[in-house]
């Protein structure tokens, strides 16, 4: 089945310094899903990728689906302290989705 | 309108013990999907619920069984508890015309 690494697990940021988080996988993935967990609460659902090299912006968050398709990235652009959590890339199967290990964002303000 | 509720939000249970989580879906869903996720890890695929039968099971033992009710809710019941079942119990639901999954807060059991 899909798997997918994420990179780093955790990352400390000063608030206003940018965030990068990376999802990679040994096969080529149909799709990917990025999702937003706070402290405390549950996945929020952020965005789909599906096309080879597809990027897709939401305000100050930039995601990218690379050309092979065996990686995603998540890049926060000048963070501030209403983005800390842990963010996860996952793989949607027909049933199921297959989640990566998250990346802990903290920030320091 | 409503979205994923989940009860109860806190548990503990004692080894050996069997225990009861319930699960309604966002309002227009009729599929519904429970995760397992231990502290500092992703959420793991337990089962998923589809038209009250299960479609798809993850790696999860057969003490882990579920339940889905004519009105789409969902019931994941988990027999002879293990310390190692300490987790937040996600439920998940989405139909399938949608891409995305809409979890509920989540149920953290604890089991001592």
């Known amino acids: 089945g899909q798997q997918v690494m994420q990179i780093p697990q955790y990352q400390h940021v000063q608030e206003g310094e940018d965030f990068t988080t990376y999802c990679n996988s040994s096969t080529t993935l149909s799709n990917i899903q990025w999702y937003k967990q706070r402290p405390g609460g549950h996945p929020v659902f952020l965005i789909q990728l599906v096309k080879s090299g597809e990027v897709k912006k939401q305000k100050r968050l930039t995601f990218q689906f690379g050309e092979a398709k065996k990686n995603s990235s998540l890049h926060i652009t000048a963070t501030q302290t209403t983005d800390v959590g842990t963010y996860f890339c996952a793989v949607r199967g027909a049933q199921k989705l297959v989640f990566g290990q998250g990346t802990r964002l903290t920030i320091n303000p | ?112």
């Open chain 2, 1 to 112: 309108d409503a979205g994923v509720t989940q009860s109860p939000t806190h548990l503990i249970k004692t080894r050996g013990q069997q225990v009861t989580l319930r699960c309604s879906p966002k309002s227009g869903h009729d599929t519904v999907s429970w995760y397992q996720q231990a502290l500092g890890q992703g959420p793991q695929f337990i089962f998923q619920y589809y038209e009250e039968e299960e479609r798809q099971r993850g790696n999860f033992p057969d003490r882990f069984s579920g339940h889905q009710f004519p009105n789409y809710s969902s019931e994941l019941n988990v027999n002879a508890l293990l310390l190692g079942d300490s987790a937040l119990y996600l439920c998940a639901s989405f139909s399938y015309v949608n891409t995305e999954a809409f979890f509920g807060q989540g149920t953290r059991l604890t089991v001592v």
